[in-house]
């Protein structure tokens, strides 16, 4: 296939050649100049790192917010017939593209349709305290949030285009508490004009409890629990061992 586009573009430049005579084809020579002449048209200041051979690229773009972020593009040996490997961490993804200007514009576009759900994430990040993802990218639509009395609550805005909706969740934690959340989800009131922690608060506040009357799960004061939390070693990976006793008495699978 490198034969042929190669043999392609040397009876091109034969035809076109006012002399009628043979030239010389350089193909990485023009492989640069054309992605050169892309990175002029996107512009320069957008472009983060480039390789030496120029077949890796990252653009680091800056939203409204003053947010950064990265674009990794990847070029084949015969860029520009096929197209580049992409990685970007945005909620959707970029369609295929014979151009790097296509795939910039794209990301772009893609990062000022989600603004909104940046910040509610953003908001999220500020005021509750997030269990997972230890380091979430803009891909990231999900968080694993601590409550209080050893309780979290998994969260996922399916609507990447409408965050402040209510979102889908799941609640972890003794089957009593995880009850009287669940009700207290279900009976309380979603205000779209507020944010997300907002919400969370009005909600999970001062839940009703039957015998003690509300508590608050709010209050994260416990989640240094070792059963509950400390789940990872110090390296950051997950223990191979699960102590069966305590999985035995309390009937819950870790």
Not at 228 to 235: F, T
Request: glycine share 2%; charged share 25%; hydrophobic share 35%.
């Amino acid at each position: 296939m490198t034969f042929l586009l190669e043999f392609k573009e040397i009876i091109e430049e034969s035809i076109t050649s006012e002399s009628n005579k043979t030239t010389t084809f350089q193909p990485m020579s023009s492989k640069i100049s054309h992605i050169y002449q892309e990175l002029s048209i996107i512009g320069f200041d957008k472009v983060h790192y480039m390789s030496e051979t120029m077949d890796e690229i990252l653009f680091k773009i800056i939203d409204s917010r003053n947010r950064y972020h990265e674009l990794k593009v990847t070029l084949p040996s015969n860029y520009p017939f096929v197209p580049p490997q992409i990685i970007a961490y945005i909620p959707t993804q970029i369609e295929s593209s014979l151009s790097i200007a296509d795939i910039v514009n794209r990301h772009e576009q893609i990062i000022r349709q989600h603004q909104k759900l940046f910040d509610c994430l953003d908001d999220l990040d500020k005021h509750m305290r997030i269990l997972e993802p230890e380091k979430p990218n803009r891909s990231d639509t999900w968080r694993k949030i601590a409550l209080g009395h050893h309780c979290s609550l998994y969260l996922e805005i399916t609507d990447p285009m409408s965050p402040f909706d209510k979102p889908q969740i799941r609640l972890f934690g003794s089957e009593k508490r995880v009850e009287n959340l669940r009700k207290a989800w279900d009976h309380t009131f979603w205000d779209k004009e507020v944010a997300l922690h907002v919400n969370l608060l009005n909600i999970f506040q001062l839940v009703p409890d039957e015998k003690q009357g509300q508590e608050d799960y709010t209050n994260t004061t416990d989640i240094e629990c070792g059963i509950c939390y400390s789940y990872k070693l110090e390296n950051g990976e997950a223990p191979e061992t699960i102590l069966a006793a305590i999985q035995s008495k309390y009937n819950t699978e870790f």
